[in-house]
């Protein structure tokens, strides 16, 4: 079986550095390691060919973000699993193996999440990915480990391998054949939740996502865009109401898209409560952007085999608002 881990890297230079040995020394035993490059404009190349040099180098022509980027990039390369892999990750010792393993186990297995903790405070979960990603009849995701933004300390209560809705982009593997079926990640979200569509695009012709939490690496966070990034609020409320034209089952399309765009504005009302008006011009900026994508997107959803059932909770939003229910295990 074929690994290739593919780090996606976009003038990152001081990343790489802090990064690479790190997955070089633990990775090259059972994978090749690759850097996918989005037209960089720094040395990232130059340094990556002089320090690291069994690392592969895949020259992409121009930065298309995580979506394109990822797609031009793995058309170039042979392998059986993809790694999609942040620059800001540390991995850990052996933590291909459990992966590995699972996947030849498994054939019905597509795409495996290890667990995803915080670089910063190694004892807590990260945002993006945490135990496993779930989401909501409304198409709000979150995490075992984390919902909205409480984060809960690792005790080993997700050491676990089970079955999850959504892998995080953060570390993402794929099998090659299940990618290349499904014409990959969909270029039109740029950044953001587009790894959530991917994963409900495979589960909807019949594959599983698995979370391994045998397998631990270490995320920074927010190295391409902070959380307090407006543009980082306009992707992601743009994308997740994409996610729902495209991929919410048809007898609940309508009401579930309603609700959101009415959840939206509330949350628009929050942000001036906060007064942090940019992001409140960033969900407008989202839904005018969402609107224009609109009829582009109900075609996309014309050519896709749907589920009848997708969400674990019924709304996040209520329990964790309003009944105060703040983890996982909580959660009804």
Known sequence: MKIAVVILNWNGQKLLKQFLPSIVDFSSKEATVYVADNASTDDSIAFVTKNFPSVK??????????????NDALSKINADIYCLLNS?????????????????????????????????????????????????????????????????????????????????????????????????????????????????????????????????????????LQETNPEKTYLNFRNSLLNIVKNVPKKWFLFVVFMRLLFDGIAGIKFLLELRPVHTLAIIKAHISFYKNFNKFLNKRKKLQKKQTYYIHTSIVWQYFILLRKRFETLK
């Open 57 to 70: 180098i895949v020259k992409n022509e121009q930065n298309g973000g995580y979506a394109k980027g990822y």
């Open 88 to 224: 800001d990750i540390e991995v850990s010792k052996n933590w291909l193996t459990p992966i590995i393993d699972v996947f030849k186990k498994e054939a019905q297995t597509a795409i495996i999440q290890p667990k995803i903790l915080d670089y910063k405070n190694k004892s807590k979960f990260e945002y993006a990915g945490a135990g496993g990603g779930f989401i909501d009849f409304y198409g709000y995701p979150y995490c075992r480990g984390r919902v909205f933004n409480t984060i809960e300390t690792d005790k080993g209560q997700y050491n676990d391998t089970t079955k999850i809705f959504w892998a995080s982009g953060a570390c993402l593997f794929i099998r090659a054949s299940v990618y290349k079926e499904i014409n990959g990640l969909d270029e039109d979200y740029f950044a953001h939740q587009e790894e959530i569509d991917l994963c409900w695009r495979v589960q909807n012709i019949g594959y599983d996502i698995k979370y391994v939490g045998t397998s631990n690496v270490y995320h920074i966070g927010g190295a391409t």
